[in-house]
């Protein structure tokens, strides 16, 4: 892992809230990690961090997001600009791992104590846009489906930069973080997979029922 991120608040003008947690910065030292109980409160898996569009974010489902800083690389060439770690709001920049391909149900082990499970897919809204100042940004992430990854908290501690992440379990299916993003979104014939995927969050699972009975 390269760096643990933070949320400063920050005027949100893009969305009808008056703050955003999404300008998250690399911090020095421990930074404890605990599951933060339902969505609703703006709580989530950092110390220190938190949402603020609390119908849509945190919770114990959406405790930590993750990132690959190898697809940071990939959209900083595409979009022409440096991006640093933590600019897509993710709590976790990671290296050698390839999050958008995780398994949902995957359970990574960060430095000695803390074990994630990843949970779903980021799906992008207008703060996130609007904080990289690009129009047409939602379209252009979602088709490139590569989202990162939600993840909640298993086994809480504290984490640090640079702490080795272990995949230290593997589901028994094929339902991958990326594969969950584009029937989300874009190719709803993909649904009826994801059903196999028992760790995707409650909501996310009657979404898909409700979905599919109408096909």
């Known amino acids: 892992m390269l760096t643990v991120n933070v949320g400063r608040p920050r005027p949100n003008p893009w969305k009808g809230l008056k703050v955003t947690g999404i300008d998250k910065r690399p911090v020095d030292g421990p930074v404890a990690v605990a599951a933060p109980g339902p969505k609703g409160t703006g709580a989530v898996g950092l110390a ?12 114990s489902d959406q405790a930590v997001y993750a990132y690959a800083r190898e697809d940071l690389d990939g959209w ?18 990671t290296l050698d791992l390839d999050v958008s391909g995780a398994l949902i149900g995957e359970r990574w082990r960060v430095g000695p104590d803390v074990v994630l499970e990843v949970s779903c897919p980021r799906i992008p809204c207008g703060t996130f846009q609007g904080w990289l100042e690009r129009d047409g940004w939602i379209k252009q992430f979602t088709r490139a489906a590569v989202p990162g990854a939600y993840l909640r908290v298993i086994e809480p501690g504290d984490i640090r ?9 593997r589901p028994a299916h094929d339902v991958t973080v ?14 009826p997979r994801l059903l196999v995927a028992d760790a995707l969050p409650l909501d996310i699972r009657e979404l898909i029922r409700r979905r599919t009975a109408q096909v």
């Open 48 to 59: 220190g961090d938190r949402v603020y569009d609390v119908k849509n974010h945190g919770g």
């Open 178 to 191: 990326a594969l969950t993003f584009r029937a989300m979104t874009r190719e709803p014939g993909l649904l």
């Open 161 to 169: 930069a640079a702490d080795p992440v272990e995949i230290v379990h």
């Open 76 to 93: 900083e060439a595409e979009l022409g600009r440096p991006l640093e770690n933590g600019v897509f709001g993710e709590n976790l920049t």
